[in-house]
């Protein structure tokens, strides 16, 4: 008990001075929030609908898949690893904290922008709110996973950020957030159904049938902690 609490404590004062942390999951998401949601409500007169569930998709893939692997990094390319060794904590008890913080902190950035969202937008919020928060955490869960494969597999801080622009682009370009799905060619609208985002935004969108997008989220975070599992026993050995 005495090590968990002492790795809860660590990275509670990791995420303390974390700009990444701050940026990734509030600066950045919230930001294009206020100047796309008006640029969107302008242009588009229909885009008040789905506004909250978009930008929410873009703000929970922007904070786990940049946000989360350098934090990883740190925790698994330095030192700090051995902190935690020697303190007794498994080395499995960083990426959990890490995966911890990072959906409550991605969480609470969502539940900002569902409250700002009909105030500056006038945007319209979902008729179940019950289900649209259930989806919305498995999305960030899945997400996050998603994320630590990537700042488990690539150690090196340089490529961490090439790894996660290289999954966070397409994840943005071809899950219809910012256009129609319809618009893309077809060749991209399947690369996008590789991608948690496209099935996030049909969830939280109810755009699709709402269980059918539940089905590819929950594989993913299947495959994603299946091969968390077998790198952390790689970092451990």
Known sequence: MGAFLYGAALQWRLDIRSK????????????????MGGIFTSVLPDAGDTLVSSMTVFGVTMGAVIGVPPSLVEIYGSDI???????????????????ISAVLHLFFMSVILYAAAPLLFDAKLPEHPGIWFGGLFLYIVTSTAVA?????????????????????LPSILFSGIMFPEELLPEAFQAAGKLFPATWGYRL??????????????????LLAGIVCAALVRRVRE
Request: proline share 5%.
């Open 81 to 99: 690893r051995r902190v935690y060794q020697a303190s007794g904590v498994p080395v499995w008890s960083g990426l959990l904290f890490t995966n």
């Open 148 to 168: 630590d494969v990537i700042g488990l597999a690539v150690k090196d801080p340089a490529k961490t950020s090439m790894g996660s622009m290289i999954f966070f």
């Open 204 to 221: 939280l969108s109810g755009g699709a049938a709402e269980a059918s997008c539940v089905w590819p989220l929950l594989l993913t975070l």
């Open 20 to 35: 990444t942390l701050l940026l990734t999951c509030y600066l950045v998401p919230l930001l294009f929030f206020a100047v």
